[in-house]
């Protein structure tokens, strides 16, 4: 088996809080305690807890958005958080983010075709140099996610929320990256649309052949799109297998809970409707 793409070592993350008086003793939160996995180049790993058990403080670790208490986080064999803010800043073309929030992750004073492009930075395509190979991986991403030419000239207002994260997962596209890490990518979408975003994402890992790491509070859509699975709690792995042996024979108590707690299949993501 060839490396892995992404290799977390013992990471963990803690956070001092505020003293309660001058003399009280220091307090921390725990927000990652000792978590280890790893990934491999064209498969889908999804990370699933309730609120409060570390998923979106993974999603900033693995990013390299907020430095570990202790652990490594290694990409295609580099430490990311070893590395000098210069190649650190080229590494990341190779892995992008997808937040939450569709809307409040685009700029609405900025452009599609501005919003887009903003990544090639990255690889040293400036505003004003390589227009033609910035104007081809913009048509690229768009054509990629469903999108227009002619979307370029719009602003995020114009579009639906479905829409408005295709140009998310635009953005997060054009650098080609080999990782994705979509943090709840679905979350704050109607249920229908949340089908037509996840069947995109598959279409996506199908061409391009994108790793994703997929957080998540919502089981019922990792089980649709993961072939493996993290169960956090409280910071810390308690159970880790693939995903059809994992959601239906639940080994943690924890785990078990959680799959009790899922809604019925009626509102799980259904076949994906066209789009207004």
Known sequence: MSAPLLQVEHLARRYRLPREHLFAPGQELVALEDLSFTLQAGRSLGIVGESGSGKSTLARLVMALETPSAGRVLFEGQDLHALAPAALK?????????????????????????????????????????????AARTAEALEAVGLRAADIAKYPHEFSGGQRQRIAIARALITRPKLIVADEPVSALDVSVQAQVLNLMQDLQDRFGV???????????????????????????????????????PQH???????????????????????S
């Open 90 to 134: 080229q590494a990341r073309a190779g892995f992008q983010m997808v937040f939450q929030d569709p809307f409040g992750s685009l700029d609405p004073r900025r452009s599609v075709g501005q919003t887009v492009t903003e990544p090639l930075a990255l690889l040293g395509l400036s505003d004003h140099a390589d227009r033609a190979e910035r």
């Open 211 to 249: 790793t994703y790491l997929f957080i998540s509070h919502d089981l019922a859509v990792v089980d649709l799109v993961c072939d493996d699975v993290i169960v956090l709690q409280h910071g810390r792995l308690v159970e880790q297998g693939p995903s059809d042996t994992l959601f239906r024979r």
């Open 253 to 275: 108590p924890y785990t078990q809970r959680l799959l009790a707690a899922l809604p019925g299949a009626e509102s799980k993501p259904s076949r994906p409707v066209q789009e």
